[in-house]
């Protein structure tokens, strides 16, 4: 036990102060960094930020959801959802930094925060915790196309990586759907199978 609790501690630590490493390719390898005003790079740099930011509290979560989830397959997946994520958190800090930033000074908090709700929906049940994960998966697919849309047009390198973690967003929600999640009110497309 105090084992898995050290390794938990140094997940959460690798998240927030480390690096993060992707084994697969950046989506943007290759693609030319575009002509951006500074007002178009200060916003674009900002979005990223806020993405970044999500892939921590992903982190979270996803740790928080699996740490108390009943189900091996149920807490593998989450695990494995978990590990995808962090390509993400590569993906967006190496392109905040492109853009002349830094991530959030806030992201511990959001951690935390995070953890806490990731550790609560875990201990409803491995269903509810699987809709839980799939309607945030929902609502964070939703959330990036908005900046798809908010994106300037010619950073096309920051249009690849949120894109490709739209589509990774969206796996994880089949995924958890797969695994039996409960619907949820709200939750895409499936709404109407909700027993009210």
């Not at 989506?27 to 575009?34: K, N, R, S, V, W």
């Not at 959801?65 to 962090?86: D, I, K, Y």
């Not at 695994?179 to 497309?189: C, E, I, K, N, S």
């Amino acid at each position: 036990m105090l084992d898995s609790l050290i390794v938990e501690f140094d997940k959460g630590l690798r998240t927030l102060f480390a690096s993060a490493a992707s084994s697969r390719a950046h989506p943007d390898q290759g693609l030319t960094e575009a002509e951006l005003s500074e007002q178009e790079k200060r916003h674009a740099q900002g979005l990223m930020r806020v993405n970044h930011c999500g892939e921590v509290c992903a982190q979270a979560l996803y740790q928080g959801q699996a740490l108390t989830a009943r189900n091996p397959a149920a807490r593998e997946a989450l695990r494995q959802a978990a590990f995808e994520e962090v390509e993400h958190l590569a993906w967006t800090e190496r392109r905040i930094r492109e853009l002349g930033g830094r991530p959030s000074l806030f992201n511990p908090l959001w951690y935390g925060g995070s953890l806490a709700i990731g550790v609560t929906a875990g201990l409803l049940g491995d269903k509810w915790n699987l809709g839980f994960l799939e309607e945030t998966e929902h609502q964070v697919g939703a959330h990036l196309d908005s900046h798809l849309q908010q994106l300037p047009a010619q950073d096309v390198r920051s249009r690849a990586i949120v894109s490709q973690m739209r589509d990774d967003e969206l796996k994880h929600a089949d995924m958890a759907h797969e695994q039996g999640a409960a619907a949820l009110l709200g939750t895409g497309d499936r709404f109407d199978e909700v027993d009210l």
